[in-house]
């Protein structure tokens, strides 16, 4: 299985989402590996100043493992980002539920549509029960946008867990992201 994990705009959680679902994607099926195609390499350093926490492999530039890839793309570059959805299975789409990010998708939703892969909203640093949160879940119903069940709710934790070891509760998050996906791919957990 190889995801990525994609959006135009900035700031949304795109490597903090591709590094927690490689390390949840290695620890179900023993074998995961992480793509940093973001110049910035942040995925990358993250990875070396965790050394030895991780279980996930990391890859460099595009070359592929023997079991699932995750790929973290960067702001910005629809070529690059065009490329790694090409190569997978199935696009994550990380949002942030405020309307000025969601208003920001239809750049990497066109991206989606013209590769023609699956693909879904992850919404991420989500504060539960908020306007904010009731507003963006209209908006997107409104526009017929597959969403995700499974949200990444707002933690000071998961944030702090760059260059370290990774949050236990993120963990859980994102598993329950990771196991979605695979109900809607139709693999076998």
Avoid at 15 to 35: H, P, Q
Wanted: net charge negative; with cysteine; proline share 4%.
């Amino acid at each position: 299985m190889e995801i990525a994990v994609a959006n135009l705009k900035g700031g949304v959680g795109k490597t903090t989402t591709a590094i927690y679902l490689a390390e949840v994607t290695a620890r179900k099926f023993g074998r995961c590996g992480l793509v940093d195609l973001d110049s910035q390499k942040s995925a990358r350093r993250w990875f070396e100043a965790a050394a030895g926490q991780l279980t996930l492999e990391f890859l460099d530039n595009g070359g592929r493992g023997g079991g699932s890839v995750i790929y973290d793309t960067p702001p910005g570059d629809a070529s690059v980002v065009e490329l790694a959805m090409t190569r997978s299975d199935v696009v994550i789409v990380p949002a942030r539920p405020s309307i000025l990010d969601l208003d920001r998708l239809a750049p990497t939703l066109e991206l989606v549509r013209l590769t023609g892969k699956p693909a879904a909203i992850l919404l991420t640093q989500v504060r539960q029960g908020t306007k904010a949160l009731a507003e963006a879940r209209a908006a997107l119903d409104e526009q017929e946008l597959p969403v995700l069940n499974s949200m990444i709710t707002l933690r000071e934790s998961i944030a702090g867990s760059a260059w370290t070891q990774l949050d236990k509760k993120g963990l859980e998050m994102y598993t329950s992201v990771l196991d979605e996906i695979m109900g809607a791919l139709g693999v076998s957990k």
